[in-house]
């Protein structure tokens, strides 16, 4: 069984930081060999590609809304990605997802949520004007 537990979201103003964090478990599951997605859905919208980093952590890749906002890396000696999130928008203001997908390659290719296996419950992040 894999695990993916979303953590760091909340409320702050617009122009502030947060950092989302992601811990992966699972008796079988190699995280460093997952590509991994921050995926997010607003109310009565889409879920919507965030950004994605590779297996080794050398590749990533944006939306470009949030380019240069926005950083995911991630720490694969203790199963973890990270989105730092500056500069926030009202826009921002959504669940955010963690995600995990098999393929391998560049992470431009994997933005849709069919490319990914593994699903975390979730993290609020709402942004006040």
């Known amino acids: 069984q894999v695990q993916l537990v979303e953590s760091g979201g909340g409320l702050v103003q617009a122009g502030n930081s947060l950092r989302l964090s992601c811990a992966a478990s699972g008796r079988t599951f190699r995280f460093s060999t997952y590509t991994m997605g921050w995926f997010r859905q607003a109310p009565g919208k889409e879920r919507e590609f965030v950004a994605a980093?590779?297996?080794?952590?050398?590749?990533?890749y944006y939306i470009d809304s949030v380019k240069g906002r926005f950083t995911i890396s991630r720490d694969n000696a203790k199963n973890t990605v990270t989105l730092q999130m500056n500069s926030l928008k009202p826009e921002d203001t959504a669940s955010y997802y963690c995600a995990a997908s098999g393929y391998s390659g560049s992470p431009y290719y994997l933005q849709k949520s069919d490319d990914y296996a593994y699903w975390g419950q979730g993290t609020q992040v709402t942004v006040s004007a």
């Open positions: 980093i590779s297996w080794s952590g050398r590749s990533t």
